[in-house]
C-alpha cells in the first residue's frame, strides 16, 4: 500500500490471516459484508455472500444438528417460537387447513390464532390422544398440515407418531413436530417419519438458560429449500456467539440430559407416593398414561413432567411454590437448573377439557442432587397441607 495516505492505510491495515490456527470449536466470525474473490462469484448462490445467512460458527453447529436429527440439513432461528412459526409459514400458504394438537406450545398456539387465521390458513385443534385413522378422518382436501407436540406442552400426552407420519404421508398431508422435550436425542421424528422435527435449542441443547434458538430438521430437499426461502424472505438470523455457545452445549447434551432424565424419574416416584399427589404426569415411569408408547418409541426420560395435586385451594398451592427454596419460579427449562411452575392459567385457552382431577404443577428437574431436591419438595407439600388446613 505504498504511495496511498495514512488514512487509507489504517482503513485496509489488520485483515484477517490467510490461514487460521485450528481449534476444538469454530471461528467466531463477526462480520456482515462478505468480502467475494472474484466478480463471478458476487452472484454465485453457492457460497456465502452475506453474513446474515451465517458463517463458520452457524454452519458448524447446523452440521451437528444434522447429525443429531438424521437430516438431510438442519436450518436456525433466532428462538425456538421462530423455528415453529418459520417452519410452518415455509409449507402453508392462504386457503390450507392445519390440523393442531390442542396440547401445543402456548406462544404455538397464539401464533395459528392471531396470525395464521389473519392470512386465511384454517387452524382446527384436536385432542392430543387422538389415533391416526380418527385425526386423519379429519383432514378435508384443504388439509396441508399436521402439527404434533409429543409429550403435549404441561399435560404431556403422548402421540402415535409414526402412524400419523405414515398415513399423512399416505394423504398428501405435511407432518411437523415440536421435538423439544426429546431433545432431538431421545426421539428421533425424522426416522418416523416425520416431515419437519422443530425444537427449541433454548432448552436442552443451550442447556444453560443464558441464549436463545431454535431449529427445524428435514431429509426431504424440497423442505430444505422452503426453509431457506422463508428465513431469507423474513431475514431471520442467529449470532455468531450464540450458534458457538449452542455448540458448545450441544457437545454435552447426552451427558446432561442422561442425569436430568434419571434425577427426574427419582423424584417422580417419589411423588407418585404423596398423599397430596394424584397423578404423576411422566410418561418414562412405569404405570404412567402412555408408558407402553414412550417405551417403544423413546430410548431415554427427560427432565421434565407434570403433577396433578388432589383438590387444594389456589393459596395452598401458591403456598407450597412460595416455599420451595432449590426449585426456581420461572417459564422455560431445559436448563441446569430446577424450575416450578404451576401450569392451570394456562389450561384455559384449550378445546378441550384436561379432565384432571386438582391443580397442575410442572417440574424441571436440573442437575441438582435428587435427595436434596426431595428434601425440598417435602417441606413445600408440608407448607401446602398447613395453608390448605387454614382453608
Avoid at 400419523?164 to 398431508?173: D, E, H, P
Wanted: aromatic share 8%; glycine share 10%; hydrophobic share 45%.
Amino acid at each position: 500500500m505504498s504511495g496511498t495516505s495514512e488514512r487509507t492505510r489504517l482503513i485496509r491495515a489488520g485483515k484477517a490471516p490467510e490461514r487460521l490456527s485450528r481449534t476444538v470449536g469454530p471461528p467466531i466470525q463477526k462480520g456482515s459484508t462478505v468480502l467475494l474473490p472474484n466478480a463471478a462469484a458476487l452472484y454465485d448462490e453457492r457460497q456465502a455472500t452475506y453474513g446474515r445467512a451465517g458463517l463458520a460458527a452457524q454452519a458448524t453447529l447446523m452440521e451437528a444438528l444434522a447429525e443429531l436429527e438424521g437430516a438431510a440439513a438442519v436450518r436456525l432461528f433466532p428462538s425456538g417460537l421462530a423455528a415453529m412459526t418459520g417452519a410452518m409459514l415455509a409449507v402453508l400458504k392462504a386457503g390450507d387447513e392445519v390440523l393442531v394438537t390442542d396440547a401445543v406450545y402456548k406462544p404455538t398456539r397464539r401464533f395459528c390464532d392471531r396470525v395464521l387465521s389473519r392470512f386465511g390458513i384454517a387452524v382446527r385443534y384436536y385432542p392430543p390422544r387422538t389415533a391416526a385413522g380418527a385425526l386423519l378422518a379429519m383432514s378435508t382436501p384443504a388439509t396441508r398440515l399436521i402439527v404434533l407436540e409429543s409429550p403435549g406442552s404441561l399435560s404431556f400426552e403422548l402421540q402415535d407418531v409414526s402412524a400419523i407420519a405414515a398415513l399423512a404421508r399416505q394423504r398428501g398431508v405435511r407432518t411437523l413436530i415440536d421435538n423439544t422435550w426429546a431433545a432431538g436425542l431421545l426421539f428421533k421424528p425424522l426416522a418416523h417419519g416425520v416431515d419437519l422435527s422443530v425444537q427449541a435449542l433454548t432448552k436442552y441443547v443451550g442447556g444453560h438458560s443464558d441464549l436463545f434458538m431454535g431449529s427445524a430438521a428435514a431429509r426431504e430437499p424440497a423442505l430444505v429449500k422452503a426453509l431457506d426461502q422463508a428465513i431469507m424472505d423474513f431475514g431471520w438470523s442467529v449470532a455468531a456467539e450464540d450458534a458457538y455457545q449452542m455448540l458448545r452445549g450441544l457437545r454435552t447434551l447426552p451427558t446432561r440430559l442422561e442425569r436430568c432424565g434419571a434425577a427426574s424419574l427419582a423424584v417422580g416416584a417419589w411423588l407418585r407416593e404423596q398423599p397430596e399427589v394424584a397423578e404423576v404426569l411422566h410418561p418414562a415411569l412405569p404405570g404412567a398414561p402412555d408408558h407402553a408408547l414412550w417405551k417403544r418409541d423413546f430410548c431415554g426420560p427427560a427432565g421434565l413432567f407434570g403433577v396433578v395435586l388432589k383438590p387444594c385451594p389456589d393459596l395452598a398451592v401458591q403456598a407450597f411454590l412460595d416455599s420451595l427454596t432449590l426449585f426456581g419460579l420461572g417459564f422455560s427449562w431445559g436448563g441446569f437448573e430446577s424450575l416450578a411452575l404451576n401450569c392451570d392459567p394456562q389450561f384455559d385457552v384449550r378445546r378441550f377439557a384436561t379432565g384432571f382431577e386438582g391443580p397442575v404443577l410442572r417440574f424441571n428437574i436440573g442437575l441438582e442432587d435428587p435427595a436434596d431436591l426431595i428434601a425440598d419438595l417435602a417441606q413445600a407439600l408440608g407448607a401446602l397441607r398447613s395453608a390448605a388446613a387454614r382453608g
